[in-house]
């Protein structure tokens, strides 16, 4: 089999990081609204692994954004974190590196927080399959597992 097993726990877990990354805000609402939404997807869609722990196999960490864009693009949260608290009117704000707009103009790019979650799942999983594969190779030789 190609691709990669991801977990619904490691896509929910990321989101919540990357959400708290890229909010402007250090306290973040609405995490658990998201990931109930996507709750459902995983009971219906990911039919790998057990009851308690879904999987589903992606070929590349493209496809995950993808399917994550096809879940979440349009929930209300979303659309929440990508407002700004207040509107200036601009279509386009200043910021640089030691000049950022004001929090409460600030919004999360939803297409690069669904890139972040799915890139750094992916990276998880790649870590993960790496070592089952040297823990098994190991297991086989009968030598001593040193991973």
Request: include cysteine; aromatic fraction near 10%; charged fraction near 25%.
């Amino acid at each position: 089999m190609t691709g990669l097993l991801i977990t619904s726990r490691s896509v929910q877990g990321k989101l919540a990081e990357w959400v708290c990354r890229q909010h402007p805000y250090r306290s973040v609402a609405g995490v658990d609204a998201v990931n109930v939404a996507l709750d459902r997807h995983f009971d219906e869609e990911w039919t790998e692994g057990c009851a308690s722990l879904p999987m589903r196999r992606f070929e590349t960490w493209a496809a995950l954004q993808t399917w994550l864009h096809e879940k979440l693009d349009g929930h209300p949260q979303m659309t929440a974190w990508n407002t700004p608290k207040i509107d200036t009117g601009a279509e386009i704000m200043f910021s640089s590196r030691y000049d950022t707009p004001k929090q409460e103009y600030d919004f999360i790019d939803l297409d690069a927080l669904l890139r972040n979650v799915a890139l750094e799942t992916w990276r998880e999983a790649e870590r993960d399959d790496a070592f089952s594969k040297k823990f098994d190779a190991q297991m086989a030789a009968g030598g001593p597992v040193t991973v």
